[in-house]
């Protein structure tokens, strides 16, 4: 885990749309090398696999139902910000909806990020003959802290956690932190090349650790059951 | 925004003791270049100020008696974990004290991130003439997810968060994320070459925006009012 990592974005990507194959579009625009990790911003997976509503901007109600209609429960609510846990299990602001870049409408989560993640992986897979991991990512706020980070909602051909238990610390004694969310600091790595208004919808990070590829998911690893929180 | 990122790992660097030069075993053992990010574990600033105490590892009730004492308050408590509101005002798992890699001890959180931050930086500027920034990072939980990511507890000449109210998204609307907290995205990019286990405890960011390199507080831009969270 001592090499460099580079953080790379891919830039000149075209609007998306239905239907639109994001995997055609990374290859003509990068150049991918084995054991690359492709970040991917849900905004353009939602596009492609066409989770775009119509809705009005300008009428609160419309947003308040399609938020609901996005979740499992409404966790708190402060005046227009809804705290939702999404059908995904994931806890973020309004059902992780989107209501920036879509003409009159807006850009639902992907269904289920990490076979998104799996069929971009697949694809790409296919098309270059290399071994590949690809991450789904959004930004999300966090509960204590201001600011917002993306984080991972889907993963494929990387481990979402790195299980560090049994291993030992310098003085031979067990590690306190075991079980680091590398996926989650992939996708933060790649927000670093991102921005908000420039339109890179996808970054590579390479260099990751070889033995961090191995199959993942996001919903199996990361999702905390609501059982196990402390704070729902 | 739209130029690589490389993280590099910083190694071979020595066991830390108290009245150190972190700055100075920084640029022993690495070559820093301007507008670098030289993200620092906490770890290594506990030692280097002597924020290190004796406690029995044995004894839950000593261990105990030392979160709370370095908390605020108690937010929750499962068997032996418990989540605290530190006196910085982190809501963190034992208050941050990290109980490995100290022999017959534990090193507490240092008592002012942001201030450790600056006075790396300020030694580093010094003795290079270059314009540095530095982040003083820890790994944390979070509420929602599983594993671990590293966050900033400290920064200096990079702001903490990019505001980015008032730009417009690529269809000219106002863009509806606003505040990245770029300096936990930094330090969760570290962390990618960093590691638990192999004793590397700086790493170097290197081609972030150099509009990003301003004077910035962890404390004051991240740290989320009691008043303001939705969950305490």
């Known amino acids: 885990m001592t090499g460099e990592i580079r953080v790379i974005p891919v830039t000149g990507m075209p609007e998306v749309s239905p239907g639109d194959s994001i ?3 990374i290859l003509e625009h990068a150049t991918v090398e084995s054991a690359d990790v492709i970040v991917v911003t ?14 009005d901007h300008a009428a609160p109600a419309a947003r308040a139902a399609l938020i609901e209609q996005e ?13 939702t846990e999404t059908r995904h299990g994931f806890i973020c602001a309004n059902s992780g909806i989107d209501f920036s870049n879509v003409v009159d409408g807006a ?18 897979e296919a098309r270059t003959g290399l071994t590949l991991a690809v991450v789904v990512s959004d930004t999300f706020g966090r509960t204590w802290r201001r600011g917002l980070v993306d984080v991972a909602l889907g993963c494929a051909g990387i481990t979402a956690i790195l299980d560090l238990r049994g291993t030992a610390d ?14 989650d600091e992939v996708a ?15 970054a590579i990070v390479r260099g990751v650790d070889r033995g961090w590829f191995r199959e993942g998911s996001v919903r199996q690893e990361i999702v905390r059951p609501p059982g196990e929180d402390l704070f729902r």
Chains 1, 2 share one sequence.
């Not at 989560?109 to 992986?121: E, F, G, K, T, V």
């Not at 933060?188 to 908000?196: E, I």
């Open 188 to 202: 933060a790595a790649a927000d670093l090349v991102m921005g908000k208004a420039e339109g890179v919808p996808v």
């Open 42 to 55: 849900s905004k353009i997976v939602s596009k492609a696999e066409g989770r775009l509503v119509d809705v």
């Open 170 to 183: 310098a003085l031979g004694r067990p590690l306190e932190v075991t079980e680091v969310a590398v996926v």
């Open 107 to 124: 850009a639902l989560l992907p269904a289920n990020p990490d076979r998104s993640a799996r069929r971009i992986r697949d694809a790409l």
């Open 71 to 83: 979740s499992r429960r409404i966790l708190r609510r402060r005046e227009e910000l809804y705290i």
């Open 23 to 25: 995997a055609d579009l």
